[in-house]
C-alpha cells in the first residue's frame, strides 16, 4: 500500500522490470466565472481546477527523493501544487525511453485537463498521497 513518494520510488525499484516514471505537475486554479460556492470552497481548499503547467519523465534513480524533483521544477520557474505520477514497465532488463514516454505523458496531461485522474498517483508538495475526488 502506497501512501507516499517516498513509497513509489520503493516500488517502483522493487518491479521485475525497470521503470521509467512520468510527472505531470498541476497548479490549483479557482474556474472561471466561478460561484459563490465554488470561491469558497476554492478559498478553504477542497475546490478549484488543476491545470497542468510542467510534465517530465525520469528514471526512479533521478528522482529518489521528492526535493530533488521539487528543485528539477522549480529551475523552471512555475508553481504548482500537486504531482500527478504513473509509471512505464521497461522489457528485458531496459526501461522505456524518454521517447516512449511522450505519448504516455501527453495523454496524462490530457486526462488531468478533463479532470481524469483515477488513474494516477497525487503527491502534494510534503510528498504526501492525495485522495482527489
Same mark, same amino acid.
Not at 94 to 110: G, I, N, R, S
Given at each position: 500500500?502506497? #501512501? #507516499? ?6 516500488? *517502483?525499484?522493487?518491479? !521485475? ?8 505537475? *498541476? ?15 476554492? /478559498?478553504? +481548499?477542497?475546490? +478549484?481546477?488543476?491545470?497542468?503547467? =510542467?510534465?517530465?519523465?525520469? =528514471?526512479?534513480? /533521478?528522482?529518489?527523493? =521528492?526535493? !530533488?524533483?521539487?528543485?528539477? #521544477?522549480? /529551475?523552471? +520557474? ?13 522489457? *528485458? ?24 485522474? *483515477? ?6 508538495? /510534503? ?7
Amino acid at each position: 500500500m502506497l #501512501s #507516499s513518494y517516498d513509497d513509489f520510488i520503493k516500488a *517502483a525499484k522493487d518491479q !521485475a522490470e525497470p521503470q521509467r516514471l512520468l510527472f505531470v505537475f *498541476a497548479r490549483k486554479e479557482m474556474p472561471e466565472q466561478a460561484t459563490e460556492e465554488q470561491r469558497l470552497r476554492f /478559498e478553504e +481548499g477542497s475546490g +478549484g481546477n488543476l491545470d497542468p503547467v =510542467l510534465c517530465v519523465d525520469k =528514471l526512479p534513480e /533521478e528522482v529518489e527523493c =521528492l526535493e !530533488a524533483l521539487i528543485k528539477e #521544477s522549480e /529551475e523552471t +520557474g512555475l508553481t504548482w501544487d500537486v504531482a500527478f505520477a504513473a509509471s512505464m514497465s521497461g522489457l *528485458a532488463g531496459l526501461p522505456p525511453t524518454t521517447e516512449q514516454a511522450e505519448q504516455p505523458l501527453t495523454m496524462m496531461v490530457e486526462s488531468i485537463k478533463g479532470g481524469t485522474v *483515477a488513474n494516477f498517483l497525487a503527491f502534494d508538495r /510534503e510528498g504526501e498521497l492525495l485522495q482527489i475526488l
